[in-house]
């Protein structure tokens, strides 16, 4: 299904609870592009550059906090910024992702306030969240980013859209949804997210949908994860520890105000003029696909695209989502 409204764009892709693609006719130029995680192709401007297994932990001070934070792929141009889901850090994002960003641009994950490997104390509430990572930004003396929020990193990239208009460029929205969202019905979600170790058995059923081929997604999606922690390990480099019950229940609870509604419903999301781009699975049961359409009725930036797909629960940043990648998220972030 495709729909339009001013220059909306919406597919709906169906093997992933979260992604599977019918192409935009404006994206059917360019093809699927695979990346192995082992190797990677010398950067044509210059020297070899630095990919997930290869990239070194940095740390950068701004205010009381001393971030974590780790930088690949090509040094010139405008940075794409992760900021991951519930409870993770800069290692549970998919290395097959993040290397074939790294092929075009700067790439660069990092671990928010309390987060991880990063110093202070997790805050609780999205708006907090989103000046911490204003505040990373500035450190970096970045005065441009593009950004890709997935589930509640999707909130704070709203967030700091919102707050901090002149630092983002492009905005990537991915899994996620508006302050007032609806909120989800499936009383599986809670306790399973709420387990102490999130491994392959909660991903698959957070995130794949039961198809054959939403498992067989889910499956690739950890074996390619663990074979990328292991070449870091074997060159001497950090994982990122788990994440503190401080801020598993920080950021529990930023959910639960993110849901709260303040003054009219959705009308902040008319304030973002950035070229958006929304990608949700076409059955997401963690954060309710019908979210995505709403977002794309209430930005009114001339350049918004709306993105479901299939074989996910959630649209997760994994395999994919490589494919959408190819297909309409690299025409959509290189543009200038």
Same mark, same amino acid.
């Given at each position: ?140 003396? %970045?005065?441009?980013?593009?950004? %890709? ?10 967030? %700091? ?9 492009? %905005? ?165």
């Amino acid at each position: 299904m495709t729909i339009s409204r001013h220059s909306i764009n919406v597919a709906v892709l169906d093997d992933y609870q979260g992604i599977a693609l019918r192409i935009t006719d404006w994206s059917k130029a360019h093809s699927t592009r695979e990346v192995e995680m082992t190797k990677f192709a010398p950067n044509k401007a210059g020297p070899t550059i630095d990919i997930y297994a290869t990239a070194i932990t940095h740390y950068v001070q701004a205010g009381g906090t001393r971030y974590a934070y780790r930088r690949m792929g090509r040094e010139s141009g405008v940075p794409l910024i992760f900021m991951q889901n519930f409870r993770q850090g800069m290692d549970n994002i998919d290395p097959l992702l993040l290397d074939g960003f790294a092929e075009d641009r700067p790439v660069i994950i990092f671990d928010n306030t309390g987060v991880a490997r990063s110093s202070g104390e997790t805050p609780d509430t999205v708006e907090a969240m989103a000046d911490h990572v204003a505040a990373f930004v500035s450190a970096l003396e %970045l005065p441009q980013v593009d950004v %890709l929020g997935f589930s509640i990193g999707g909130y704070t990239a709203i967030a %700091l859209t919102l707050r901090h208009p002149r630092l983002v460029r492009r %905005l990537m929205l991915v899994g996620t949804a508006p302050r007032g969202q609806q909120p989800r019905t499936d009383p599986r979600v809670d306790e399973i997210a709420g387990r102490p170790v999130l491994g392959l058995e909660e991903h698959l059923l957070l995130v794949f949908s039961p198809s054959d081929a939403g498992q067989a997604a889910g499956h690739s999606f950890w074996s390619r994860q663990q074979a990328a922690w292991e070449q870091r390990r074997q060159r001497g480099l950090e994982l990122d520890p788990p994440t503190s019950q401080q801020t598993a229940k920080a950021q529990y609870a930023a959910i639960l105000e993110w849901r709260q509604i303040k003054g009219e419903r959705f009308a902040e999301l008319k304030a973002i003029k950035q070229p958006t781009l929304v990608v949700n699975g076409s059955n997401d049961i963690m954060v309710p696909t019908v979210n995505s359409w709403i977002m794309s009725q209430h930005i009114l930036s001339p350049e918004v695209q709306v993105t479901h797909t299939p074989s996910l629960v959630m649209s997760h940043l994994h395999m994919p989502m490589v494919r959408l990648q190819a297909q309409i998220v690299m025409p959509f972030i290189m543009t200038q």
